[in-house]
Nanobody, 127 residues
Framework: QVQLVESGGGLVHTGGSLRLSCTASGLTFSNYVMGWFRQAPGKDREFVAALSGTGITTVYADSVKGRFTISRDNAKNMGYLQMNSMKPEDTAVYYC????????????????????WGQGTQATVSI
C-alpha cells in the first residue's frame, strides 16, 4: 500500500522559514516525479514545485521561484520543500504527490498527472 505522509507545517511570521517533509512508503520512490501542491481557504489547489525521480530536473511556480527549494533523498524515500522568505499568501495546506512515468515536464504542474497524494500539512504565515 502506497503512502505519502507530510510533516513540518506550522506557524511562522512573514519572512520566516519552514521545511516540509514527505515520507513515502510502498513504492520505488526514485521511479516517481515528486510534486508539492497547496490549497488556500476558498481557493483551488495549485502547483508549487516538482522534481524528477533523479533529482536533477525541477519546475517551480512563478510565485515561489527564488524562495522555495524542492529536494529529495531517494535512499531514505524522503522528499522536502524548503520554504524561505515566506509571505502571508503562502498560507495553505501543502500536499506531497507522486507521479509515475511522468516523462513530459509540462505535465508536472497538473494534479491529474499524479497517482498518489498525502493528507496535507498546514502552513500559516502571520503578518
Amino acid at each position: 500500500q502506497v503512502q505519502l505522509v507530510e510533516s513540518g507545517g506550522g506557524l511562522v511570521h512573514t519572512g520566516g522559514s519552514l521545511r516540509l517533509s514527505c515520507t513515502a512508503s510502498g513504492l520505488t520512490f526514485s521511479n516517481y516525479v515528486m510534486g508539492w501542491f497547496r490549497q488556500a481557504p476558498g481557493k483551488d489547489r495549485e502547483f508549487v514545485a516538482a522534481l524528477s525521480g533523479t533529482g536533477i530536473t525541477t519546475v517551480y511556480a512563478d510565485s515561489v521561484k527564488g524562495r522555495f527549494t524542492i529536494s529529495r533523498d531517494n535512499a531514505k524515500n524522503m522528499g522536502y520543500l524548503q520554504m524561505n522568505s515566506m509571505k502571508p499568501e503562502d498560507t495553505a495546506v501543502y500536499y506531497c504527490a507522486a507521479a509515475y512515468g511522468a516523462s513530459y515536464r509540462g505535465n508536472w504542474v497538473r494534479d491529474a498527472a499524479y497517482n498518489y497524494w498525502g493528507q496535507g500539512t498546514q502552513a500559516t504565515v502571520s503578518i
